[in-house]
T-cell receptor, first 112, second 117 residues
């Protein structure tokens, strides 16, 4: 079983929709949770990060962590065609500075 | 500001050939990494270098060697390429300080697409 599970999609939504992307994990020692966005033929770039449980909002993006359920989510409000990309969840333990574990990524397409 | 630069962008090798993937960062970061990305497997860490002069194995190090040439440069070498090494390779860097609670993000290059036939 992988430490981090992520639905690969693809997920296709109309412009303006609310998008929910999710990951589950099995390692209870994970403390830092991140979402990366990867455009086609580009490297991933950090979109959001949260420490431990709770919500964090940044513009149209909200990251949510539920450590009791070992479940993290990324919500995108008012989705735009420019949001079309692959979204990777990532996480690490408190001391595992160099060892980030990634999900396999969910490919999102926002249709104009 | 270039960030993380990887060369080459594309490469085709025959089984048994060797090559070195180059990576350089201009952000003065301490840590550098090599990942491979495969469909259905996500990003997997091959090797990392926490600081100049140190390297450590990641999740999938077999068949690879690395050199941290200086603070800026971190190369990945395939001594005898195999078809199983067909992948997209990403170099990344981060400004990690041990003991700090700051979560320094990984900064990635745009990848090298390697095919081994």
């Amino acid at each position: 079983q992988k430490e981090v599970e992520q639905d690969p999609g693809p997920l296709s939504v109309p412009e303006g929709a609310i998008v929910s992307l999710n990951c589950t994990y099995s390692n209870s020692a994970f403390q830092y949770f991140m979402w990366y966005r990867q455009y086609s033929r580009k490297g991933p770039e950090l979109l959001m990060y949260t420490y431990s449980s709770g919500n964090k909002e940044d513009g149209r993006f909200t990251a949510q962590v539920d450590k009791s359920s070992k479940y993290i989510s990324l919500f995108i409000r008012d989705s735009q065609p420019s949001d079309s990309a692959t979204y990777l969840c990532a996480m690490r333990t408190s001391g595992g500075y160099q060892k980030v574990t990634f999900g396999t990524g969910t490919k999102l397409q926002v249709i104009p | 500001n270039a960030g993380v630069t990887q060369t080459p962008k594309f490469q085709v090798l025959k089984t048994g050939q060797s090559m070195t993937l180059q990576c350089a960062q201009d952000m003065n970061h301490n840590s550098m990494y090599w990942y491979r990305q495969d469909p259905g497997m996500g990003l997997r860490l091959i090797y990392y270098s926490a600081s100049e002069g140190t390297t450590d194995k990641g999740e999938v190090p077999n068949g690879y060697n690395v050199s941290r040439l200086n603070k800026r440069e971190f190369s990945l070498r395939l001594e005898s390429a195999a078809p199983s090494q067909t992948s997209v390779y990403f170099c990344a860097s981060s400004d990690v300080t041990q003991g700090s609670s700051y979560n320094s993000p990984l900064h990635f290059g745009n990848g090298t697409r390697l095919t081994v036939t």
